[in-house]
């Protein structure tokens, strides 16, 4: 490479703000001789743009997919300083925070999470993912119960994780911020053969930070690892294995106590918790995948995943306010002591083959596979009443009255149960591209189900078929119009089977009717998605009114109907050359369509729907300068209002933050992150009345100091 060339890949390296050179796209030079005139041609917009994903089984192109799909790279994660799944919520359309790691996804509540189109979450619980080894967010909406078996219908996240680099690649970050916030984070990876055939990856991740609310501490540890073994040209294995400890102090955190018109009744940092309660997950991941391309149209891909994991938490949790003085104004909460411990262990198998064929001269792309998952799920708690608990007082609490320390929790009786899920199925769909602009994709999934109570001697097993249908047009390249139909269906909760209580029930069903286009214009600066949908869901449980409750149990039946409709735009835009814009907007309206009057859904509140808002939207802008190596961004969200599970208003916000990157050198720059900027006090979502809503961060910030090689 000559002095020229190398120097004018150092300045583009400079110019987009730290982005390595593996983002930079259509760097174009000319230098002539005996001139200093250097033509430099860069895009911002590449940093965000996604050409291919693999949620739909299979490496596609999103605009031969035809259903919503979002994917964020790793590129918008760390230019948002992104640490957690909840922080990007904001750039997917249709998804806003309920609970912990839980969403509202288009109308419903939900937390289904896949890694490399698994499933095993060692997140269980009250835990919320972390992002440090992922390197890609896809988002599949509607439900997806063909391609992945049960689950519920607004939709899946699927985290795809880092894997071993062909080319020697390393980075380091240190971390300083508000909050008492500090870490540090390294990775290496690369070819550890001379002739390249055996490639690893090493990763670790430590941070600690004492967030806004009382008592509360936050420690994380990520240990990552990867290996890849090349097996010929065409065939690789990936193993993997990630441990993470995370410790909460002064967690599990609920909300804080509002009136019905959404109204804080104590500060934001209030908190039901000692500093002796805590939550604390230690889990490990082992997972391996077989690639290969056996023969020429056809991708073999076979997959396995173990997790164990263990959460155990002692917290205070509020059991409903008081009025101490009698002036008709609640002043303190009443509290209980839980002390719990959730241990969870799941295991997967997949295997899946992409054939690529021409049948009767048309062009096939024909997907089969199956999937195995058994999930065994052991818990046990106990909990001390509140009347041996002193009350908190809202306005002025006084911590240091009530912690594990203070009874014999020895002398109270464990509550224990014992479950096991076993999930498998197999599944065939056909793409067939009827000419240069219509493609059909049908396809079909058979799954079973078996769900025990170990400890109650309760057991139901069944199955189920479930389909999917679409249509595209492709009038151009770079333009989709797609018309699709799908379904899923949730098997009930092993304690809903019980014969007292009824069962054994029908799975809860899905099913999505879309319509929307997808563009990649102006050689892919402008790509946009807009689309149109309705969701039912139906055979959800409530108490039968008609039923017998003489046994103790009360009786149980299918009677629950949830339409859920709605329209949603995502649009990712070079405005010039150093100028990148995304944004997406979402409407819905989901509401209770079938029940019984005076009854009410789970999460619902009178015919709607707990923490689904009507309108939300989100933004995230970018631009660099190329003079100095500077790229700054400011992104905005906006949640309208919502009710809260006891229909409590929960109200509307809009909240800003922004980002400043400096390049430093070629392998050096810093991030200034501010979330919040005008530290808006607001509820990220809604619970029930004695808990409150959850509060959404103060203003805070943060520095990142970034090497990469």
């Keep these: 490479m000559s002095a020229t060339k190398l120097s004018l890949l150092v300045s583009v390296s400079i110019c987009l703000g730290g982005t390595s050179l593996a983002h930079a796209a259509e760097v174009e030079a000319a230098a002539s001789e005996g001139t200093n005139e250097i033509i430099v041609t860069s895009r911002a917009e590449i940093l965000y743009r996604v050409e291919s994903t693999s949620v739909a089984r299979g490496a596609s192109d999103p605009l031969d997919i035809p259903q919503s799909v979002t994917v964020l790279n790793e590129a918008l994660i760390d230019d948002q300083g992104a640490r957690d799944a909840t922080d990007l919520y ?88 508000t909050y008492d ?81 959404g109204n804080f009744l104590a500060d ?33 891909e076979l997959a396995t995943r173990y997790f164990d994991a263990r959460e155990r938490q002692q917290y205070h949790e509020a059991r409903g306010l008081v009025d101490t003085d009698a002036d008709g104004v609640v002043d303190a909460s009443r509290r209980e002591l839980r002390d719990q411990e959730r241990i969870t262990k799941g295991l997967t198998f997949a295997g899946n083959a992409t054939i690529d064929r021409q049948i009767a001269g048309i062009d096939n792309r024909l997907l089969i596979g199956a ?72 396809g079909a999934r058979y799954d079973r189900y078996e769900d025990e109570d170990l400890l109650g001697g309760t057991d139901y097993t069944s199955g189920d078929w479930t389909f999917r249908g679409g249509l595209i047009y492709k009038p151009r390249d770079d333009v989709s119009l797609y018309a699709s139909w799908s379904e899923g269906f949730e098997p009930q909760d092993v304690a809903s089977q019980s014969p007292l209580a009824g069962g ?39 108490i039968d009114p008609d039923g017998d409750s003489s046994d103790g149990v009360d009786d149980l039946a299918p009677i629950g109907e949830v339409t859920s409709k709605g329209f949603e735009l995502e649009l990712t835009a070079d405005i010039t050359p150093d100028w990148v814009l995304t944004a997406n907007y979402a409407y819905n309206d989901a509401r209770i369509t079938a029940s019984v009057p005076g009854q009410s859904l789970t999460n619902a509140v009178g015919d709607r729907f707990a923490n689904a808002p009507e309108h939300q939207a ?28 006891d229909g409590q208003k929960v109200k509307p916000y809009a909240i800003f933050d922004a980002s400043i990157i400096q390049q430093i050198t070629p392998q050096l720059s810093l991030l200034l992150r501010v979330d919040n900027i005008f530290d808006k006090t607001y509820a990220a979502s809604g619970f029930v009345a004695r808990t409150g809503h959850f509060p959404g961060e103060p203003r805070s910030v943060f520095a990142e100091l970034r090497w990469k090689l």
């Design 504 to 542: 054994p029930f029908a799975p809860i069903t899905g099913e999505q009717v879309e319509a929307g286009v997808k563009v990649a214009l102006l050689g892919g600066k402008l790509q946009g998605a807009a689309a149109v949908y309705q969701i039912k869901r139906r055979n959800m449980l409530q």
């Design 371 to 442: 999937d195995w998952y058994r999930e065994d799920a052991d818990f046990w708690g106990r909990t001390v009443p509140f009347a041996q608990i002193p009350l908190l007082s809202l306005a002025n609490p006084v911590y240091g009255l009530s912690g594990a320390s203070f009874y014999d929790l020895e002398a109270i009786a464990k509550r224990p149960t014992d479950t096991r899920s076993t999930r498998y199925g197999f599944y065939l769909q056909d793409q067939l591209h009827l000419s240069d602009h219509w493609i059909v994709v049908g």
């Design 618 to 645: 989100g933004l995230w802008t970018r631009y660099q300068f190329r003079s100095t190596g500077t790229a700054i961004a400011l992104g905005g969200e906006y949640v309208s209002s919502r009710l809260s599970i």
């Design 181 to 261: 916030r500090y870490g540090a984070s390294g990775e290496i990876s690369g070819p550890i053969t001379g002739n390249g055939t055996l490639l690893a990856r090493a990763g670790a991740y430590y941070e600690q930070m004492d967030p806004f609310r009382n008592n509360t501490r936050e420690k994380t540890l990520i240990l990552d690892g990867g290996l890849t073994a090349k097996l010929g040209e065409d065939a690789r294995l990936i193993a993997q294995v990630t441990h993470y400890d995370q410790k909460n102090r002064g967690a599990r955190l609920r909300g804080v106590p509002t009136d019905n018109d």
């Design 268 to 300: 934001r940092s209030w908190n039901t918790n000692e500093k002796t309660d805590f939550l604390n997950l230690r889990a490990t991941v082992y997972q391996a995948r077989l690639q290969a391309e056996p023969a020429d149209g056809i991708a073999l």
């Design 90 to 177: 904001r750039n997917i359309a249709g998804i806003t925070n309920f609970s912990y790691s839980g969403v509202t996804f288009r109308g419903f509540r939900q937390d289904r999470v896949f890694y490399d189109n698994l499933r095993g979450d060692p997140f269980i619980a009250f835990s919320v993912p972390k992002l440090f080894n992922i390197t890609r967010v896809e988002v599949l909406k509607g439900p997806s119960g063909m391609l992945y078996g049960p689950g519920e219908p607004g939709g899946l996240i699927n985290y795809v994780t880092k894997v071993p680099t062909e080319q020697l690649a390393a980075q380091a970050t240190l971390t300083a911020g």
